[in-house]
């Protein structure tokens, strides 16, 4: 079945470092990319909406300077949390499904992000 | 995408079945049921899901009611790996490229 992949599982890093997460459709074109959020005790939010060749959409609330996203091919996303600060410290999540079968959404196994 | 509602917590004894019920009134003709699962530390997994008719894969069944109202989530024989939180989210079309947007779900704890 359809794989996402995600890298790094897990990061630390120093205040004002920008930080980058990969996610990958391992056997499939994923036209659409989702990047959600979780905080501790939470559920997932969206943040974003990453479409391949186009501008990402974004939610209400995030803002799209720090938080950049790129699409650059079909297999793969890349979102990139700029000058991360502690308040960015988080479980980041990408998903995407194969708009091309009756696959229902799989999802990556998350990057927890530390910023100290 | 209509709302759902679950229970914010259940137990269930491990090897008996876990029935975890979600109510979605809201729900329109054209609205699907999913149910997804996320272990502690790790991305969402995906378990069933259904429109109308009731559902059986490898993993659990899904029973919903007749006026499509409510659902149940049935994981047969639960083994303490089935410790998780369960969501349950409605959303259009199988097909659809669009997101699916969580609500709190429900922490089921599998007891020794």
């Known amino acids: 079945g359809a794989v996402v992949s995600q890298h790094p599982s897990w990061v630390i890093c120093k205040s004002g470092t920008s930080v980058k997460i990969e996610c990958r459709s391992l056997?499939?074109?994923?036209?659409?990319m989702f990047w959600y959020r979780q905080f501790p005790k939470q559920s997932l939010m969206l943040m974003a909406t990453?479409?391949?060749?186009?501008?990402?959409?974004?939610e209400q609330g995030v803002e799209k300077d720090k938080f950049l996203i790129n699409h650059a091919s079909l297999t793969l996303s890349t979102l990139t949390v700029t000058s991360a600060h502690p308040e960015d410290s988080s479980f980041y999540i990408c998903?995407?499904?194969?708009?091309?079968?009756?696959?229902?959404?799989?999802f990556g196994d998350g990057t927890r992000l530390s910023i100290l | 995408d209509a709302k759902t509602t679950q229970p914010p917590s259940m137990d269930c004894a491990e090897g008996r079945a876990a029935n975890l019920p979600c109510n979605h009134s809201?729900?329109?003709?054209?609205?699907?049921v999913y149910w997804y699962r996320q272990i502690h530390s790790q991305g969402p997994q995906y378990i069933i899901h259904?429109?109308?008719n009731n559902e059986t894969n490898e993993m659990a069944s899904l029973i919903i009611t007749e006026d499509r109202k409510s659902s149940t989530l049935i994981l047969p024989h639960a083994t303490l790996r089935d410790t998780a939180v369960y969501y349950c989210?409605?959303?259009?079309?199988?097909?659809?490229?669009?997101?699916?947007?969580f609500g709190s779900g429900t922490q089921l704890t599998v007891l020794p």
């Open positions: 998903s995407a499904r194969d708009p091309w079968s009756n696959q229902p959404q799989h």
């Open positions: 056997d499939f074109q994923a036209t659409t």
């Open positions: 990453s479409n391949e060749g186009s501008k990402a959409t974004y």
């Open positions: 809201t729900i329109s003709g054209n609205e699907y």
């Open positions: 259904g429109l109308k």
């Open positions: 989210i409605v959303r259009v079309g199988s097909g659809s490229a669009r997101q699916l947007t």
